[in-house]
């Protein structure tokens, strides 16, 4: 089992930046892939960002590409969502996602989630 656990969420301005932190705690001497999802209510939960174990493959949603950067810090088994140029269609909660393929992540699935962070972001 792996436990997650978002933070960092807010209420910032269009144009601002917003660094996410989700730290991983179990079993993660597993070498899972890491990802970021977002959701608004009423819609589905989409894909935002994923990396691999490695960090060596970072696939992202067109909607956020040259705006988001994730990384990961393997030793704090933390992973971060770097949120730059931010749009009120940003707003959303924000899930940690870990799988154990980023395939599995872009594709929409993750085998444990944590319980979410809010990002507001005002026009």
């Known amino acids: 089992q792996v436990q997650l656990v978002e933070s960092g969420g807010g209420l910032v301005q269009a144009g601002d930046s917003l660094r996410l932190s989700c730290a991983a705690s179990g079993r993660t001497d597993r070498n899972y892939a890491m990802g970021w999802f977002r959701q608004v209510p009423g819609k589905q939960r989409e894909f935002v960002a994923a990396?691999?174990?490695?960090?060596?493959?970072?696939p992202y949603a067109d909607s956020v590409k040259g705006r988001f950067t994730v990384s990961r810090d393997n030793t704090k088994t933390t992973v971060y969502l770097q949120m730059d140029s931010l749009k009120p269609e940003d707003t959303a909660v924000y899930y940690c996602a870990a799988a154990t393929f980023t395939s599995t992540l872009a594709a929409g699935r993750g085998n444990y989630w944590g319980r979410g962070t809010q990002v507001t972001v005002s026009s």
């Open positions: 990396i691999s174990w490695d960090g060596s493959t970072t």
